[in-house]
């Protein structure tokens, strides 16, 4: 038993040793007993798989950043961020979680060298993905599909995501590179249309309340929610707010955004 325990501590600590190497080779010495022509192999192998899966999922930062400032990202990431997920798939998550809580601090990373609208940019990317890959969720029968959308409360999809951000993440590209976060924010609603493609709506801050409202409270109805919104904008004509409101939800019944109602 004690030699078992001693083999399997022996085999951990030569697989950190391995790993440790593979992510940071100029901190971490490879394993003495191996050859450098085959950690070299793996070296290669790992990094490039990593930095090849990322640039697939986040394409327009990468293609702005260029390869080699791109290559620098994914090695400071991929040689100090601990990661939670073991798939391949989380990998983008992974680096947004390292964008936002570990770039900055990093002494080997140069985030001043960074764009500003980084993490945005890759944020927007990861969303796209993201609602690509979700699972559809379980139908409920109790939502009337042709519900009336002002007097029930009407049901967004799961698969409908609304975003804000400081930067016009859609404009993006080589052609367009912000330097300052705009004076107001963007509001950005994508949703997964019938097709199983993946589309986005810009709103504007009364239509993106009206989404979060919906979205955060099932006691409310459409017209409820619609005066709520009128209250907090302190309208004049609060039954206009309504008419147009109601325009939005029937535009957004017609994309699969809102499912339907519920009494």
């Given at each position: 038993?004690?030699?078992?325990?001693?083999?399997?501590?022996?085999?951990?600590?030569?697989?950190?040793?391995?790993?440790?190497?593979?992510?940071?080779?100029?901190?971490?010495?490879?394993?003495?007993?191996?050859?450098?022509?085959?950690?070299?192999?793996?070296?290669?192998?790992?990094?490039?798989?990593?930095?090849?899966?990322?640039?697939?999922?986040?394409?327009?930062?990468?293609?702005?950043?260029?390869?080699?400032?791109?290559?620098?990202?994914?090695?400071?990431?991929?040689?100090?961020?601990?990661?939670?997920?073991?798939?391949?798939?989380?990998?983008?998550?992974?680096?947004?979680?390292?964008?936002?809580?570990?770039?900055?601090?990093?002494?080997?990373?140069?985030?001043?060298a960074d764009p500003p609208f980084l993490y945005e940019l890759a944020?927007?990317?990861?969303?796209?993905?993201?609602?690509?890959?979700?699972?559809?969720?379980?139908?409920?029968?109790?939502?009337?599909?042709?519900?009336?959308?002002?007097?029930?409360?009407?049901?967004?999809?799961?698969?409908?995501?609304?975003?804000?951000?400081?930067?016009?993440?859609?404009?993006?590209?080589?052609?367009?590179?912000?330097?300052?976060?705009?004076?107001?924010?963007?509001?950005?609603?994508?949703?997964?249309?019938?097709?199983?493609?993946?589309?986005?709506?810009?709103?504007?801050?009364?239509?993106?309340?009206?989404?979060?409202?919906?979205?955060?409270?099932?006691?409310?109805?459409?017209?409820?929610?619609?005066?709520?919104?009128?209250?907090?904008?302190?309208?004049?004509?609060?039954?206009?707010?309504?008419?147009?409101?109601?325009?939005?939800?029937?535009?957004?019944?017609?994309?699969?955004?809102?499912?339907?109602?519920?009494?």
């Amino acid at each position: 038993m004690k030699q078992n325990t001693r083999q399997f501590a022996n085999l951990h600590a030569r697989q950190h040793e391995f790993a440790a190497h593979l992510r940071n080779p100029a901190a971490n010495p490879a394993p003495a007993d191996v050859e450098d022509r085959r950690m070299a192999i793996y070296r290669d192998l790992f990094i490039n798989n990593v930095t090849r899966f990322l640039a697939n999922s986040l394409p327009v930062l990468a293609d702005m950043l260029g390869k080699d400032r791109w290559a620098l990202l994914i090695r400071d990431f991929y040689s100090t961020h601990n990661s939670r997920s073991p798939l391949f798939p989380d990998l983008p998550k992974e680096l947004l979680d390292y964008l936002a809580t570990e770039r900055n601090f990093n002494p080997h990373s140069d985030p001043e060298a960074d764009p500003p609208f980084l993490y945005e940019l890759a944020h927007y990317e990861w969303a796209e993905t993201g609602l690509a890959l979700a699972e559809d969720p379980v139908p409920d029968p109790a939502i009337d599909p042709n519900g009336d959308l002002l007097e029930a409360h009407p049901v967004t999809s799961a698969l409908a995501w609304l975003f804000s951000y400081n930067y016009p993440v859609n404009e993006i590209g080589k052609g367009n590179w912000p330097t300052a976060p705009a004076a107001k924010p963007y509001y950005y609603l994508l949703y997964r249309d019938t097709a199983d493609k993946v589309q986005f709506i810009r709103l504007n801050t009364v239509s993106a309340r009206l989404f979060e409202l919906l979205e955060s409270d099932m006691r409310l109805s459409g017209r409820d929610t619609l005066l709520h919104i009128a209250t907090e904008l302190q309208h004049p004509d609060p039954e206009r707010v309504v008419d147009n409101g109601h325009g939005f939800l029937q535009q957004w019944r017609e994309r699969n955004i809102i499912l339907g109602t519920l009494p």
